[in-house]
């Protein structure tokens, strides 16, 4: 989840915790956190004490109780500031490129001790991997409007910018319209050098420290679509042990 205030993490928090019951059929029980005040309000703590949750918070100044959201989150980071730099993508889609690291790494790491990917043990299934692509890879979309006329322009030119949260479809910065869309109807050229680069885009990253990137992010981890097949218990013990 991408916040722009502070304000907004009680409402984001109850919603992901309503998701989270839904996916896995399992309810969350106690609740990890550090002691800033986007965590610690009478919100919150109303509604922790309304469905039963456990607030647990880290001491004061011992970073290394919350190591394991901190590691997740740096990893992240460093993710999406490589691929920002290599695809010469403009600072303004870093938001587009953490979520597309997020995605990919919850589609492609394999747990160490279920041997699956994240999206397996919740989905039941094996990730299609001929659904993805190179972030910032040259792409011309299809315009399949219907009031484009037979003159009007059936494809444009446009750069991969990652996946769509709530459908199967690409998300594609389009160039000629400088909009972000989402379809499926996409011709990837994966080949030619990154899209960015040719169009002469140069982002100010690459003189920018993923500390100073990641100063005003506000992080958690996508889950995926509704699962079809429940994991068991010993499943979601293992998978969750780290947060414990």
Not at 172 to 196: C, G, P, Q, T
Not at 220 to 234: D, H, V
């Amino acid at each position: 989840y991408f916040l722009r205030t502070n304000e907004e993490t009680p409402e984001v928090i109850k919603n992901f915790l309503k998701k989270i019951y839904v996916r896995l059929q399992a309810p969350v029980i106690i609740i990890r956190t550090d002691n800033g005040t986007e965590f610690k309000n009478h919100v919150l703590k109303e509604y922790f004490d309304s469905v039963g949750i456990t607030h647990e918070t880290s001491a004061a100044k011992t970073p290394q109780q919350n190591g394991v959201v901190k590691h997740r989150n740096r990893t992240l980071i460093e993710a999406a500031s490589t691929m920002l730099i290599f695809s010469h993508a403009p600072l303004f889609l870093w938001a587009e490129a953490i979520a597309t690291a997020c995605y990919t790494q919850n589609h492609s790491i394999i747990h160490q001790h279920l041997n699956k990917t994240p999206y397996e043990l919740i989905q039941g299934r094996k990730p299609d991997i001929f659904y993805r692509h190179v972030f910032g890879a040259l792409c011309y979309p299809k315009n399949d409007r219907e009031d484009i006329g037979k003159v009007g322009a059936k494809g444009d030119i446009g750069f991969f910018i990652g996946y769509s949260a709530n459908s199967v479809a690409y998300r594609v910065y389009n160039w000629r319209i400088k909009k972000i869309m989402e379809m499926m109807n996409v011709m990837f050229d994966e080949l030619s050098a990154m899209a960015f680069k040719q169009n002469n885009l140069r982002p100010s990253l690459q003189s920018m420290t993923s500390g100073q990137i990641s100063s005003e992010l506000e992080l958690t981890y996508a889950m995926s679509t509704i699962t079809p097949q429940r994991p068991s218990e010993r499943d979601l013990d293992i998978l969750f042990e780290p947060f414990h």
